[in-house]
């Protein structure tokens, strides 16, 4: 779609009804435009699909004496009443994990590692089941319900295939060649505790279990409490591939009170949520001495070199920024653009962000959904309202949609924001983006790593090298050229997670699994043993040594 196409398609399908709402800039039929993705005859609702048959065959293992509910984001309305769990609830299903724990890890790892590659098939065949509740729980456009079926598919895929690589016993040299005989082995930690968010349902739930599982242990999974059905729905199609019940317990509650009596009883924590909570998340596990492993915020930024495709930069500029409503902890919220190419990438980049379909449906064809609450969107608004009212400038979006749904916010673009205003450095985690320009490459390194966070960047360039090098300068964890977040994300052999205030450790590739493993070393001292022999008094037995090591350096021996 050209720009003007995308122009026209916005003005066609919304025209200037002021009852479309107006932005932060007050100006009606400038902003406010975002047309409405038409739902398609038939389509199913949530009564259709959150069914009293559904909630109760996944809730039935959950953990919990109490009662809460969830709601969909799409109309605020009720989706389900689920179980609640207390304090309690949450040590038997650690205790029924860790019994379940013992048989589990001595399944081969072969066997284990089947039951992943089975889920794959079972996702993949049953997607349209998931899809409607990831989009239901969170108010996601279906295509970026899509993103996490690829992702745990590819995942399960990963460590279905590789796992028995990562774990087997790996032979090293010992302290004495040939008399030292060295083998790692990897054993279980024994039961994973995992607090996953409400942003991502599926793939931050059981994609991080996943590895987990297949290193032999048992996982307590606390998910948030609005998402929580497509984390069940993902733990009944385990159990169907073949992972044993007991050895996947799942509990619901209130952040405050559930989450802190997971970290108080697991092996392992993995957490994935705001850099604050990760900080209390590692402080308790801290005081326990059990490990941890923190995907935490970011502050994201995007640099357009001169030399970048425009056109490609501006469409690529929309999936980074827009991709499930801004709520992305990869998402691009800093725009960096040469002052050469700004005020074009700028123009071509805001006609794609107002062209934009909005819509509720369970069907392909909306570009945007939701926001997932009233806090998320109170915080857009706060932070777009404050840095008008300070001087930026909006050049998309900046409305609230409720003629759509009750949290739907168009995707927004500022111009001109600056410091102390709040979205400059706050994590906004909604659809809001700030474009600012700089002149020269090293200026544009340091206005990207100027950030205490350090999760995700994406640098745009016709010149493939001299991204790879402006990439290598930028202090995050990933970094993706010619792209705003997927390619690195989606390249599972390799491990992602944040720098800085992003987080400790890492998710895919064998840092992804590894995590999850003791690392034991069994060293089997052979003829002779570390200590004066033969005859050798200590003098002449350091001089041996001595002797020998010079030799070993020789030799290139590692």
Same mark, same amino acid.
């Given at each position: ?238 159990? !169907? ?64 070199? !001169? ?210 493993? !003791? ?19 200590? !003098? ?19």
């Amino acid at each position: 779609m050209t720009d003007s196409q995308a122009a026209e398609q916005a003005t066609e399908m919304t025209g200037t009804d002021e009852t479309a709402g107006t932005g932060a800039s007050g100006v009606p039929g400038v902003i406010g435009t975002n047309p409405l993705a038409p739902a398609p005859v038939g389509a199913r609702t949530a009564a259709d699909v959150v069914t009293p048959e559904l909630v109760a065959q996944l809730t039935k293992g959950v953990a919990g004496s109490g009662r809460t509910a969830n709601h969909t984001p799409f109309t605020g309305e009720k989706l389900a009443d689920l179980p609640e769990s207390t304090p309690e609830d949450v040590e038997k299903a650690f205790e029924r994990a860790r019994a379940a724990q013992v048989a589990w890890g001595a399944t081969p790892v072969r066997q284990r590692a089947a039951v992943l590659l089975r889920f794959h098939d079972l996702v993949l065949a049953r997607q349209a089941e998931v899809l409607d509740l990831i989009q239901l729980e969170t108010g996601k456009a279906r295509l970026h319900a899509h993103e996490e079926v690829q992702a745990v598919v590819v995942a399960a895929r990963h460590y279905g295939r590789k796992a028995p690589a990562y774990l087997r016993p790996k032979r090293h040299t010992g302290a004495v060649p040939t008399l030292t005989k060295v083998t790692e082995l990897r054993h279980p930690r024994g039961v994973v505790g995992q607090i996953a968010p409400w942003n991502y349902p599926l793939e931050l739930s059981v994609g991080d279990a996943l590895p987990a599982f297949v290193a032999g242990n048992a996982v307590v999974m606390k998910p948030d409490t609005e998402t929580c059905l497509t984390a069940l729905w993902a733990r009944d199609l385990l159990i !169907e591939a073949g992972l044993p019940a007991e050895v996947f317990q799942v509990v619901l509650g209130d952040g405050p009170v559930v989450g802190p009596e997971v970290v108080k009883h697991a092996d392992y924590v993995s957490f994935t949520g705001s850099t604050r909570t990760g900080r209390e998340v590692a402080q308790g596990a801290a005081a326990r001495l059990v490990g941890v492993s923190l995907e935490l915020g970011g502050k994201n930024a995007m640099v357009v070199l !001169e030399d970048a495709d425009i056109d490609k930069a501006a469409a690529g500029a929309v999936r980074a920024c827009f991709s499930s409503a801004g709520q992305l902890c990869i998402s691009i919220e800093r725009l960096y653009v040469h002052e050469s190419i700004a005020d074009a990438f700028a123009e071509r980049f805001a006609a794609r962000s107002r062209a934009m379909r909005l819509g509720t449906s369970l069907a392909y064809g909306a570009d945007m959904g939701s926001l997932v609450g009233e806090r998320q969107l109170e915080t857009v608004a706060r932070h777009v309202e404050e840095a008008v009212a300070k001087g930026a400038t909006v050049l998309a979006g900046g409305v609230a949609r409720p003629d759509i749904g009750p949290y739907f916010y168009e995707p927004t673009i500022l111009d001109g924001v600056e410091a102390p205003m709040a979205v400059c450095a706050e994590e906004t985690f909604g659809p809001v983006v700030s474009l600012y320009r700089f002149t020269t490459e090293d200026e544009v390194v340091e206005l990207a790593n100027a950030t205490p966070y350090g999760l995700n960047s994406s640098v745009w360039t016709k010149d493939g090298r001299r991204g790879r090098a402006v990439a290598a300068r930028l202090r995050t964890g990933t970094v993706n050229v010619n792209e705003g977040y997927a390619p690195a994300y989606g390249s599972v052999q390799s491990p992602m997670g944040g720098m800085k205030d992003s987080g400790l450790g890492r998710r895919h590739g064998s840092e992804g699994i590894l995590k999850y493993t !003791e690392a034991q070393t069994v060293a089997h001292q052979r003829l002779l043993p570390m200590a004066p022999s033969l005859g050798m008094d200590d !003098e002449k037995y350091a001089a041996f040594m001595s002797r020998s090591l010079k030799v070993m350096k020789a030799f290139r021996l590692r």
